[in-house]
């Protein structure tokens, strides 16, 4: 099969991985497949020649540290260790376990501290990395020659026929098997297949600006140490005008050796924070007055009695707004060969901290099943190869279909409600939502929690695709 992956972010990388461990080859002379991922933006190429240049350890952290840090949870890890144990371990000693999120409020009052592990004996806990290592990790797998830097600029499909890829330098259209839109929020492929009858241009399902905004960044663990943040802790802080979080990022060159992400250990050097207000309007986020910014960080928090906080509103320097744009729900990730993978077919509510561990479980099921449904193809050739690979493909993108988006329609319920609680409030509204979060330490673990972090992808196409058969 020829299989076309736009976006090289974290979705396209890790389904060409995925798909690179599962798929079978076709029975010799058959061609075997061809899996090409397109990647548009020079940043992940200059970024890439940085990282690998000679002096790539002496790379400040604002290099790598371009869109801060994320949490990858039980489930996100799960995911990494089947594709590949050492990737797992990279990412793992890349990052900083974390075993609690300690709730507390703007007042200055403790209110939850809650654990997000499995229930198994070491528990799986999550783990907190800047966004390019995690990438940096996951990119070191793919070769070079896998990744061709061009601009898709259009992608055509149509039932029964093969899909068509244009690029935006004129370079000449190429035929395919599969496109896979891993191309992010504002993917071309979901524009593609989505769009009002008889208009090309238009997109029927835009992102969606929630009215969220966040700053963040990287800052020295000793921030947080020398204000008595433990190891492993993630402070999560809500007030009436807005939220704050930090955590470290980094694992200490000693701690690497412990049982991660099993055990806590000491941080490394670089911690991370993050700061979400409410802004009805979507920003300008490509021309930020950082003074600006910086200004509107200290009177949001400067009365937060929280000294973590007040260390790092006045210490760090803002050039980057984040505003929180999500994928409204789709009717369908497939269509014609075309099929949407991470933030293309989900982009989640940062509240959700489920972005980056939801692109994976999708990359993990989609290659589970192709490669289901193309081994059972080969077994009973009636077709021919091409035919018969364009069956197999229909088939598990209609199953990934069908899988995938009742699991992200929860996650995103929730997390929804998790971001209002980011937004303003009255007295009342701002003491009710103290009291619901200092009610969570009740409930060890709650059943949507389990529900996201005991998910088991291979368990669950197992499951999917015996209920098919039993039809
Ligand atoms: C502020 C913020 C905080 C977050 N926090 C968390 C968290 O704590 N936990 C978590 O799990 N997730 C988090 N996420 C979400 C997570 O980062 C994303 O879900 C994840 O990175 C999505 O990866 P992706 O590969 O699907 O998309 P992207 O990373 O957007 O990658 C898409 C790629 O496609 C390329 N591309 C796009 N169009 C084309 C084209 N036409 N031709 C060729 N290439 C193209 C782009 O250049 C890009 O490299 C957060 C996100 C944000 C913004």
Redesign the pocket.
């Known amino acids: 099969m020829k299989i076309v992956i ?9 389904t060409y991985l995925f798909l690179k461990k599962h798929l079978p080859n076709p029975a010799s002379p058959a061609e075997p497949h061809q899996l090409i991922i ?4 020079e ?2 190429k200059e970024l890439k020649r940085q990282l690998y240049s000679k002096d790539a350890t002496e790379q400040t952290t604002n290099t790598i540290a371009i ?7 039980p489930n ?1 890890l799960k995911c990494l260790e089947r594709l590949d144990e050492a990737l797992f371990h990279d990412v793992v000693r890349s990052g900083h376990t974390i075993t609690q999120w300690r709730m507390s409020c703007a007042r200055g009052w403790e209110l939850a501290s809650i654990g997000i592990q499995t229930e198994e004996d070491p528990p799986t806990n999550s783990v ?1 990395i800047g ?1 390019q290592a995690l ?1 940096h990790c996951m990119r070191q797998y793919v070769p070079d020659i896998a990744i061709v830097h ?4 259009k992608v055509v499909a149509a039932a029964g026929q093969r899909p068509m890829v244009s690029f ?1 330098d004129g370079a000449a259209d190429i035929e395919c098997d599969m496109v896979l839109g ?7 492929v979901r524009k593609s297949m989505f769009h009002n009858e008889g208009d090309e241009s238009s997109e029927k399902y835009p992102p969606h600006y929630e009215g969220l905004v ?1 700053v ?1 960044g990287f800052i020295p663990s000793s921030y947080l140490r020398d204000n008595g943040v433990k190891n492993g802790e993630k402070g999560i802080v809500f007030g009436a005008n807005g939220f704050f979080g930090y955590g470290y990022n980094t694992t200490s060159p000693e701690g690497q050796s412990r049982n991660l992400p099993h055990e806590t250990c000491d941080p490394g050097d670089e911690a991370n924070w ?1 700061s979400t207000y409410y802004l009805d309007e979507c920003p300008d986020w490509r021309s930020i007055d950082s003074e600006d910014a910086k200004r509107q960080l200290i009177a949001r928090h400067s009365s937060w009695k929280n000294p973590v906080i007040q260390k790092i509103i006045k210490n760090v320097k803002i050039d980057s707004l ?1 505003p ?2 999500t994928t409204p729900g789709l009717p369908t990730w497939e269509r014609a060969g075309l099929v949407l ?4 077919a989900d ?2 509510h ?1 509240s ?8 994976l479980e999708d990359s993990e099921c989609f290659a589970l099943l192709l490669a289901h449904h193309l081994k059972a193809t080969y077994l009973k050739p009636e077709r021919s190869q091409q035919e018969t690979e364009r069956l197999a493909g229909e088939q598990a993108a209609k199953n990934y279909s069908n899988m995938r988006i009742p699991r992200i329609e929860k996650i995103h319920q929730r997390s929804a409600a998790l971001g209002d609680f980011k937004k303003p409030k009255n007295l009342v509204q701002e003491m009710l939502m103290y009291l619901f979060i200092w009610s969570m330490k009740f409930f060890r673990v709650d059943t949507h929690t389990r529900e996201l972090t005991n998910y088991d992808v291979p368990s669950e196409v197992g499951k999917m695709l015996a209920a098919s058969r039993g039809k």
């Open positions: 736009i976006g090289a972010g974290i979705s396209g990388i890790s397109y990647e548009g933006h940043a992940n869109g801060g840090g994320l949490g990858l949870g996100g907190m966004r990438w061009k601009k898709i600029s935006d891993c191309d992010g929020l504002r993917s071309i966040g963040g993050w984040y929180t744009w993978i991470g933030d293309a982009a989640l940062p959700s901290g489920q972005g980056a561990n939801q692109a």
